[in-house]
């Protein structure tokens, strides 16, 4: 009787976790994601920003070592960095830092800005707007109930540019999910809580 009650009891707490996961299934954070908003507004709707810097420092030319040459850099300590010539950095300090190895801290405080300018590729920075997506809103931050009615103007067509129909692309994806009006009211309270990107 006693392992009866235990596994009843096993049982319920199983069936409790169960339907607890398939509630949070539901979360606004998780539906944001299902019905692709994060795609157009960025992931939590911060915005479609890049999440990380892209860089690169490389001397792994043969015109980079002659524009060192004749920006004013001397021949002798040009050719010690030419173990250099094979390799790549993704940030700033490794690149400098392997430069310092190699000529010393004196000439390299000296030298850097210029070998930077040569080598160094700055493609985007953690906070830029990805091209392409300057006029996609972003929502962290913004009020609920503004966020609420801007979407059901977009969706049901009282709000239209050119912009907005882009967004009623994502109109089959409502009605196969069976999105109501809480779950737009919950996604909008969810998106007005989360803080912006410093
Ligand atoms: C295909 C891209 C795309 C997808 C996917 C998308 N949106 Fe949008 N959304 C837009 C664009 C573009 C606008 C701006 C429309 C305009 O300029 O009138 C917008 C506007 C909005 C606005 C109004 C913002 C404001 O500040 O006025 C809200 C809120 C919004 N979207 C929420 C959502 C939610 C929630 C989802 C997912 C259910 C979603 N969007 C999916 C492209 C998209």
Not at 1 to 9: E, V
Not at 165 to 172: F, L, N, Q, S, T
């Amino acid at each position: 009787m006693k392992t009866f009650l235990l596994s009843t009891a096993a049982l319920l707490l199983f069936a409790g976790f169960f339907s607890v996961t398939s509630l949070f299934a539901e979360e606004p954070a998780v539906l944001f994601e299902k019905l692709t908003c994060h795609t157009c507004h960025g992931p939590q709707g911060r915005g479609m920003i890049r999440m990380e810097d892209k860089e690169r420092y490389y001397l792994r030319q043969k015109k980079m070592f002659r524009q060192m040459v004749k920006d004013g850099i001397p021949v002798k300590t040009v050719k010690k960095l030419t173990p250099l010539y094979k390799k790549k950095f993704d940030k700033r300090g490794d690149f400098v830092q392997a430069i310092e190895k190699l000529i010393g801290k004196a000439d390299t405080a000296k030298y850097q800005d210029i070998i930077i300018k040569i080598g160094g590729r700055i493609y985007y920075h953690k906070g830029d707007l990805i091209p392409g997506f300057e006029d996609y809103p972003r929502h962290a931050g913004n009020k609920k109930i503004y966020l609420y009615q801007q979407m059901k103007d977009i969706l049901e067509g009282r709000r239209t540019n050119g912009n907005s129909e882009a967004m009623r692309g994502i109109k089959p994806y409502i009605e196969s999910n069976k999105i109501t009006d809480e779950d737009f009211m919950s996604i909008a309270e969810y998106l007005s809580n989360v803080k912006e990107v410093e």
